[in-house]
């Protein structure tokens, strides 16, 4: 049995090397389409088959459950019994045999924010004061009735209000703050700030309580238990090895929870990950645990250089233009594929003409990206249907649509960025944050470092080449500068 040949490839030299390791700790950083899915498949299968480890005693944890489910396909196909879960699915196994406990729905801190905004209309005149005060600074009359009228008439406004709120107090919770972080982070901030803490700590206490009082946790709570459920009992089951699939989006939490296991298994580790593609940074992921690897654990770092779904013009092009971030680690990587010019910049004047001419254009499996989900509705004319990921246009035609969010380890034939405008909405992004989201996370340390990554991410996701739909006389930073630095690489066109 070739225990190096895994789903029809064989795996090159340096997936061999890190698959083969002794090492305890090791962190494989693994380029876009260099086969990480894959050596994750050829370590488990060096472990049970040379190494004669049981499959029970594996344990794979990622962080989605397309992830895991891909995985468990090639594990069964293999008749591999290896554990493999969400670090979610992961958590709950651990506490559901000390505790009872319901999970909560993962849209009832958004339903209890609404709730209590609906609420205080009429009950709590100084919260009224507290949101006017957010918005405007100031408010006099009768705040009632001036709070009715403006909820009425500025519901965008609110919607981000929520969305900020909802935020926070998810970071708060994914961090691991004590109670005292609230008062902190109060005493910090400028006068509109402290009415945005005093809004927000109200609302998680209401939530905190709404918890507890129906004995539910939720998400966050879920890992966290699971943390102290380890620390006070042990693990039932324990582990020799476990490998990490996505390790770039490790949050502290998340980081904590893998950590005890590890330690109270004296199991080793294996990680593998991208910092290129670490774009979760809003939901909590630090990337300071994936670059700081060596110094937490001592383990070493090993790489993989060759990708196998780029051309070798684009990875180098994408590779330089991630790098101009000193913080990201440097790699190496080379494809045996050539394409002379894989970025194609077309210029339009109507947009939906412009992405109707190139979809006609080709053949094969096209990928749609934008940097947000409402970029969508540019693009669709009265022959396109959005149905659920795909664009229905042409029989013929295979056209799905995602945002960069959501595109990470697909690929297609062709790519198409709908977005690169310059704009508060385009790519990059340019929407500010609330100031007190520096407290919770992370600001950028390089020019919008993670921007640069999401943009990354969106254009290596193409076997061949990727279409950048631009408006005319109004192009995105990013877009300058690949005019300026990487012009060689580039088709231009223009469609009217």
Known sequence: MDIFWINGYYLDKEQIEAITSVDKYILLLAGAGSGKTTTIVGKVRYLIEDKKIKDEDILCVSFTNNAVLHLKKIFDDYKYNVQIFTVHKLALNIISDYTYFSVMESGYLSYIINEYFSAIILSDVLMIKCVLAYFFKFCTGDVVEFYKSFFVSNKDKFKKLYNDIERVINLYKTFMYDSNYWFYIYNNVGFRDKILIILIYKIYLIYEEELKSCSMIDFSSMIKNAIEVIKKYGLKKKYKYVIIDEAQDMSKLRFEFIDSIVKKSNASLFMVGDDYQSIYRFSGSDLDL???????????????????????????????????????????????????????????????????????????????????????????????????????????????????????????????????????????????????????????????????????????????????????????????????????????????
Not at 414 to 424: F, G, H, K, M, T
Not at 456 to 483: G, H, M, Q
């Open 290 to 496: 994936f670059l700081n690897f060596s110094k937490i654990y001592g383990g070493i770092v090993k790489r993989i250089s060759m990708t196998y779904r780029n051309s070798n013009e684009l990875i180098r092009v994408c590779s330089h233009f991630i790098m101009r971030n000193p913080r990201q680690l440097k790699k190496n990587l080379c494809c045996l594929k050539s394409n002379l010019k894989p970025f194609k910049f077309v210029f339009y004047s109507n947009i939906r003409v412009a992405f109707r001419k190139i979809i006609d254009s080709l053949s094969g499996k096209i990928m749609v990206l934008s940097r947000n989900k409402f970029d969508i509705k540019d693009i669709l004319d009265k022959d396109m249907i959005l149905s659920n990921d795909k664009i229905i246009y042409k029989e013929n035609k295979d056209i799905s649509y995602y945002t960069v969010h959501a595109c990470k380890g697909m690929e297609a034939d062709y790519v198409i960025l709908i977005n690169n405008r310059n704009d508060c909405y385009g790519f990059p992004s340019k929407v500010k944050n609330s100031k007190i989201f520096k407290y919770f996370n992370q600001d950028d340390k390089f020019w919008y470092e993670e921007e640069r990554r999401l943009f990354y991410v969106a254009l290596t996701r193409t076997k061949n080449d990727v279409f950048l739909l631009i408006p005319c006389f109004n192009f995105s930073i990013f877009i300058w500068e690949f005019i300026i630095y990487y012009r060689k690489y580039i088709e231009f066109s223009l469609i009217r």
